[in-house]
């Protein structure tokens, strides 16, 4: 490592204090973000997906918008959810339309 970025938490890890490595897997204190949050870099902590978007894959450093025909509630972050028959939900949906 010769920068001060090289000693940053890479996108889509958590870094526990006392890492040497910027992009930790498999460590005591540091690994993958896991499915259902995101890690966008330079944190200790994984955050929760927010509302319209999900992550149903590891190691995201941002959350995928919610497609077109599904919802995505913040507390169902891994899978969106399909509208029910006869409505309609747009991209980045948050709520199930009434």
Do not use: W
Not at 15 to 44: H, Q, R
């Amino acid at each position: 490592m010769t920068d001060v970025d090289d000693y940053l938490c890479k996108e889509g890890h958590l870094c526990g204090e006392g890492l040497s490595i910027a992009a930790p897997k498999g460590l005591t204190n540091g690994d993958v973000c896991t499915k259902g949050k995101y890690c966008p870099g330079a944190l200790i902590h994984e955050m929760p997906c927010p509302d319209g978007f999900y992550s149903n894959v590891a190691g995201l450093a941002i959350c995928t918008t919610c497609p077109v025909g599904s919802y995505c509630d913040a507390s169902v972050q891994i899978e969106p959810i399909k509208c029910i028959t006869n409505s309609t939900c747009d991209l980045g949906e948050k709520r199930q339309p009434i």
